[in-house]
């Protein structure tokens, strides 16, 4: 008896291993490495996309935030691992007036798993010609009001899982801004994100 549950155990630990080695070896791809987040602007004219934009999401009462930001990660990372970048946040009450300003910045990555899915446009003027990604990115910032916050960085390209959204969520301090803003139609602006895979040998 106690042969047969020593072998139970033992094939159990076996197929616990294959699978998280199955796990871990399905997770990786050419997108493990070094990776650019940008909210961005879309030029619809000349059909090219470019760092700069802004995005937007709402708390529960109607309160705004708005943030722009970029910054680098390494998909590889654990949970707790150094991620850079920032932005300027805004926030508005839900009649629009404005309650504070300033930067956040970039503190720990979280997660970040890519998704398929073709860019909108075929300009690309942040990185190199099919480096463009999909993908779902969180982070933990700091913000220069000095509360602390966790970002969500989703971009939903042609052909990407619906279970994406498009934009941004964060919270600050106790405010969470769960509700992210839409993109306009063309050739409106805002609300727009997208992922690049960088060279390995790039800088941090």
């Keep these: 008896m106690k042969g047969t549950r020593l072998l139970g155990l033992i094939a159990a630990v076996s ?3 294959v699978l998280l080695t199955g796990a871990s070896g399905s997770a990786k791809s050419d997108d493990n490495g070094k990776m650019r987040w940008d909210i961005v602007n879309i030029n619809f004219t000349t059909g090219t996309v470019f760092a700069g934009g802004e995005a937007s999401a709402r708390a529960s009462d109607g309160s705004k935030i708005t943030l722009t930001g970029s910054g680098r990660f390494d ?7 150094r991620a850079t970048g920032g932005g300027t946040w805004t926030t508005y009450d839900s009649a629009g007036v404005v309650t504070g300003t300033g930067d956040y910045d970039v503190t720990r990555f979280v997660s970040f798993a890519s998704a398929p899915g073709t860019p909108p446009v075929p300009n690309d003027d942040i990185g190199s010609p099919g480096t463009s990604r999909a ?3 969180v982070v933990a910032v ?3 009001s000095g509360e602390k916050g966790v970002l969500t960085v989703s971009c939903h390209l042609v052909g ?3 279970t994406l959204f498009e934009g941004i969520t964060t919270t600050k301090g106790n405010a969470a801004y ?3 803003e839409p993109p306009p139609a063309p050739p409106g602006n805002g609300n727009r994100t997208l992922f690049h ?3 390995n040998n790039s800088d941090d």
């Design 178 to 180: 769960w509700n992210p």
């Design 135 to 137: 993908g779902l990115l």
């Design 75 to 81: 998909a590889d990372s654990r949970v707790g691992k």
């Design 197 to 199: 895979v960088l060279d």
């Design 142 to 144: 700091t913000y220069s």
């Design 15 to 17: 197929v616990a291993l």
């Design 160 to 162: 990407s899982p619906d």
